[in-house]
């Protein structure tokens, strides 16, 4: 049947269940929301203060619900807002359709009020960018970019309409598809020649020769990445460690792919790991990373990089395999079919000697007693009173490895936090995405003062759809990581980092009309946490650190990862 080109794009919404949407409206993409009107109580819009956030936002519904995220934006400044978040999501992995909307055709390439090459800017960000200058061809795309968003190595797809295809006039031949049929449509097949849209197939010969190797390594470690927590292979992982009883180090995108409060865990690995997975890499006569890209903040040195090891890269994109790490064997494929096939064949292994050498190396993860609040009480109070379901969203810089290295996360979604593009800014974003996405569970959301200036306007947001979204922040009143940098590395020459002005954050929590507190002592804080966690609303708690607290342990960048800047012994924290 024929149908309206914008009623077109809703119904290829529904076709892909979607039933939220982020966005902020425009000039251009008025024709798509003025359909989106017409959809009222079946695709809810949430209407963030400013595009970027409103693609956080998507990303944190993605991340946090398995589901593919959808933000709005209209043309110029409101599609290159998006860019940050756009990019925060193709480096993290996320899969979340971008849909924006441009000038007409009778003006594409003139200068226009607004005019932007949106593909052009997103094509390196995104699996894929689409213009669509032909309204006959959206149901196509819409699919194609749904599917190419969610299959395979998830991420980022860009939409950019040509205003001129979302006029009322424009009729467009729709049949309804469900998304679960889409990719086995003809014109998807072909559209999609170019992109990965089923899992590769699994080698099995790859598989025998890494129990093979299993079964001659007698100091294992395994490296949790990313992939696991994309892949929802968290339980096939577990079981495969189990088995091998070895030591697990875990990536920052790791996080909730293995349980942080397993005996296995040795906690994060690379420039901040912890001394226990730090030397259990430069040890280690095997080594093997699932869904791990060997980013620079964990091979920091590539040439003395598990040095002992014969390396073992398991992971669904071939363009990862020796991109960072030249690896002793690899296996493409998707991690929960590699580690279900593994699991199918692997015996019950027993390394207690290695186990007795690497696992005593874990730091204590008790607070100790101080009379100005430090940021281990700080998360100890949050690990003790949130539900142990509750969702983290963090932003970037000392709070998050912080969060990282003390909190214990234990299934895929319940970390959200920009570890490959290391976006300020991305927290609230994401908190109130994936609270919006997780209506039944507590959303946490762990900053700093500079990052929470960012992006602190989406409190709006937070308020104005009553999401009980907490914001902690951890106020230095310093850029406290690149301070920490300009200490060991600078000569103590901080330049630029203090941050010596407002706003006061309890009065600006109170000017969203949310719940603001102050806590300068782990009792304070006891006391606003709890407070926070009852009232109904949103809360800001405006934590006072110390200026010079540092995130330790640490490698500096290039450098073998067991020469430690600092220890963990050096100062407890």
């Known amino acids: 049947m024929k149908i309206p080109a914008t009623q077109a794009i809703m119904e290829c919404l529904l076709e892909q269940e979607v039933d939220t949407v982020f966005g902020y409206p425009g000039g251009t993409i008025l024709n798509v929301y003025d359909e989106l009107y017409r959809y009222q109580g079946k695709i809810r819009h949430v209407l963030t203060a400013h595009e970027q956030g409103a693609a956080h936002a998507a990303d944190g519904y993605a991340r946090s619900t398995g589901k593919v995220g959808v933000c709005f934006a209209t043309s110029g400044p409101g599609a290159t807002n998006l860019t940050t978040g756009i990019a925060t999501a193709y480096l993290d992995s996320s899969p979340v359709v971008f849909i924006t909307c441009n000038v007409g ?84 097949r072909h559209i999609n020649a170019s992109h990965q849209l089923k899992e590769p197939e699994v080698d099995r010969q790859d598989i025998d020769t890494l129990l093979e190797m299993i079964a001659q390594s007698q100091r294992p470690l395994l490296i949790c990445g990313g992939g696991v927590v994309r892949g929802k292979a968290d339980q096939q992982f577990r079981t495969f460690a189990e088995r091998m009883d070895a030591p697990v180090a875990i990536t920052v995108m790791g996080g909730g792919g293995f349980p942080g409060s397993h005996l296995l865990t040795t906690g994060m690995i690379g420039m901040h790991g912890s001394q226990a997975s730090n030397v259990a890499c430069d040890e280690c006569d095997l080594l093997i990373a699932v869904g791990c890209r060997f980013s620079d903040r964990v091979a920091l040195d590539p040439k003395t990089f598990a040095k002992q090891a014969k390396i073992v890269q398991i992971d669904i994109d071939r363009a990862e395999i020796d991109k960072n790490i030249l690896t002793d064997h690899h296996i493409i494929g998707s991690a929960r079919q590699v580690l279900e ?41 949050i690990r003790l ?20 290295k003390y909190l214990h996360f234990s299934y895929p979604g319940q970390l959200l936090t920009s570890g490959g593009f290391g976006t300020m800014g991305f927290g609230l974003g994401a908190a109130l995405g994936a609270q919006m996405g997780n209506p039944d569970k507590r959303v946490i959301h762990i900053t700093g003062d500079g990052c929470f200036r960012m992006n602190c306007h989406e409190l709006c947001t937070v308020e104005h759809y009553g999401l009980p979204v907490i914001s902690v922040v951890f106020n230095n009143g310093t850029l406290g990581m690149v301070r920490q940098w300009q200490n060991l590395i600078y000569g103590k020459r901080f330049s630029e980092t203090t941050l010596d002005r407002g706003p006061d954050f309890v009065k600006l929590a109170e000017a969203y009309g949310l719940h603001g507190y102050r806590a300068t002592n782990r009792q304070e804080m006891e006391e606003a946490f709890r407070q926070a966690l009852s009232c109904g609303t949103g809360a800001v708690i405006d934590c006072v650190l110390d200026m010079d607290e540092m995130v330790r342990p640490m490698v500096a960048a290039g450098s073998p990862i067991t020469k430690f800047l600092l220890t963990e012994q050096e100062a407890s924290l």
């Not at 379901?389 to 969060?403: C, E, F, K, S």
Request: glycine share 4%.
């Open 341 to 381: 096939m593994l699991n199918e064949k692997l015996p019950q292994y027993q390394h207690p000697e290695w186990k007795e050498r690497i696992l005593p190396l874990r730091a204590p993860s008790v607070a100790e007693d101080s009379e100005k609040l430090t940021p281990q009480q700080v998360l100890e109070v």
């Open 385 to 404: 009173q949130a539900p142990q379901d509750a969702i983290v969203a963090t932003d970037v810089g000392q709070h998050q490895m912080w969060a990282i």
């Open 105 to 188: 055709e009778s003006l594409l390439g003139k200068d226009a009020f607004q005019e932007v090459d949106s593909t052009g800017i997103a094509m390196p960000i995104t699996k894929a960018a689409f213009l669509v200058r032909d309204a006959q061809t959206i149901p196509d795309v819409m699919r194609q970019a749904f599917a190419v968003a969610a299959s395979g190595r998830p991420g980022p797809v860009l939409i950019d309409f040509l205003k001129n295809v979302t006029a009322p006039t424009e009729m467009v031949d729709y049949t309804f598809i469900p998304w679960r049929e889409n990719r086995q449509c003809e014109s998807i």
